[in-house]
């Protein structure tokens, strides 16, 4: 089955800096790549998702890329702000749909 | 929409007891999925249904656990004995197709703490 590798586990930054996330996935048949992003007490939000007939994808502030020869694809959040302090998660979707999840990536912006 | 729906939203019962964890789809979605998240272990798949029918369960715990989905606007989570290792946030999401890239909307969790 897939599996899902997600670094680093936590990330610290200072407000305005970039950060970025990578995940790697094992599957090559895995075409459908979402990031959710759930705030403390909350659910999993979707943030931004790639398909894998597109390389790269971006929506304001973030952006993914994917690299389907190497399998693996990162977020990208520039200009980051105190509100994307949250826990990431990066998500593989078989050919049935099924989602497996990377561990997570806390990230903390800090002012 | 009210997206989906989840109740309760937290559940605190003794070991021993049986649990149900309702939860409603976004209307329209044909996928329905039970996912349970732990610090230790993440988010976990544990079971899915498509069109009210279960696809795969691979991912429930043991034979404690068991899920249904009687119509298309309702299905349960039912732990029967529960015990303490079972003290997770309990997440229903639906999407809308088979579409393998669909997206998958998340309900709000219930928190579940066994004694």
């Known amino acids: 089955g897939e599996n899902v590798e997600q670094h680093p586990s936590t990330l610290s930054v200072q407000e305005g800096d970039s950060a970025v996330i990578k995940c790697t996935y094992s599957d090559s048949a895995s075409n459908y790549f979402p990031w959710y992003k759930q705030e403390l007490g909350k659910r999993p939000q979707l943030i931004i998702d790639?398909?894998?007939?597109?390389g790269e994808k971006k929506d304001q502030r973030i952006a993914v890329t994917l690299n389907k020869t190497a399998k693996h694809f990162s977020l990208h959040i520039t200009e980051t702000q105190p509100e994307d302090s949250a826990v990431y998660f990066c998500a593989a979707s078989d050919s049935w749909g099924k989602l497996q999840f990377g561990a997570g990536t806390q990230v903390v912006v800090t002012p | 929409d009210a997206g989906v729906i989840q109740s309760p939203r937290h559940e605190v019962t003794e070991m021993g007891q049986e649990v149900t964890l309702r939860c409603k789809p976004i209307s329209g979605h044909d996928y329905l999925f039970w996912y349970r998240q732990t610090m230790m272990r993440g988010l976990e798949l544990l079971i899915y249904?498509?069109?009210?029918?279960?696809?795969?369960d691979s991912g429930m715990p043991e034979d404690r656990f068991s899920a249904k989905m009687p119509n298309a606007s309702f299905s349960t989570l039912k732990i029967q004995p529960s015990e303490p290792r079972d003290s997770a946030v309990y997440f229903c999401?639906?999407?809308?197709?088979?579409?393998?890239?669909?997206?998958?909307?998340f309900g709000p969790g219930t928190r579940l703490t066994v004694l």
């Open positions: 249904f498509n069109n009210n029918v279960p696809i795969d």
């Open positions: 790639i398909r894998s007939n597109v």
């Open positions: 999401a639906s999407s809308l197709s088979r579409d393998n890239t669909d997206t998958q909307y």
